[in-house]
């Protein structure tokens, strides 16, 4: 076809450059086609969105208490990779589900997580048990800004937990803000974190059991847009 082209199209630049426009464009085209109907299982922060929502709506339906531990080590039967091709947004902009009731933001620096070292000792010790910190703060309009880092040995089911644990404080601010009575400041926003940390500690291992039963791979994820983390020297800890 490149003989054919190039009898056809000579030496002439403006000639050339159409020829390679057009081809760009069918090529870039049947890439994203193809995507449409190729379902990929890596989770990156979109699928991860999606399949994690679809999570809170199947495991409310099946308890009365949001809160109460995870009843049964049985997956849950998840969005499939297949599944998401259908609503997955390739060119045009993503919007979150959550974006309308708080702002987030993986990678975070320590300085946004904790102003003084007071309250990073605090954080420290609230987390002590995870590979991850997490802190959420008042913002304008009643919007919220969660920052979530990793730990630097942090593996990929400490990134799962600490993914799950951000999107489901993201999911109760986004119910309260909805019910239009709830006023989100630093101390309500603070017994939330606590409140969705035990949930998320008893949610983590039945949660990447759904992953693998739905088909998604949970070895890999990419989710950290900016791999900016954290370590403690155990030796200066504060």
Request: charge should be positive; hydrophobic fraction near 40%.
């Amino acid at each position: 076809m490149g003989i054919v082209l190039s009898t056809v199209l000579g030496a002439s630049t403006p000639n050339i450059l159409a020829a390679f426009t057009v081809l760009a464009a069918l090529h870039l085209y049947s890439n994203y086609r193809s995507l449409l109907y190729v379902g990929l299982p890596t989770l990156n922060h979109q699928r991860a969105e999606l399949v994690v929502m679809d999570y809170f709506h199947k495991v409310q339906d099946t308890i009365s208490d949001p809160f109460a531990p995870a009843a049964s080590a049985e997956p849950v039967h998840l969005l499939r990779p297949n599944d998401l091709t259908r609503v997955e947004v390739f060119v045009r902009p993503y919007v979150s589900p959550f974006c309308s009731s708080s702002a987030f933001r993986i990678g975070s620096k320590l300085p946004e997580l904790a102003q003084n070292v007071g309250e990073l000792r605090t954080l420290l010790s609230i987390f002590k048990h995870e590979q991850y910190l997490l802190q959420v703060r008042p913002g304008q309009f009643n919007k919220p800004h969660i920052s979530l880092v990793f730990q630097r040995e942090a593996q990929t089911k400490d990134l799962i937990a600490g993914y799950l644990h951000a999107a489901r404080l993201r999911f109760e601010i986004g119910r309260g803000t909805s019910a239009g009575a709830m006023r989100w400041d630093a101390q309500t926003l603070h017994v939330e974190l606590l409140r969705t940390l035990e949930w998320t500690r008893s949610h983590t291992a039945p949660f990447i059991a759904s992953l693998s039963a739905s088909g998604w791979n949970t070895e890999n994820v990419f989710l950290e847009a900016t791999k900016r983390r954290f370590h403690v020297n155990e030796n200066c800890a504060p």
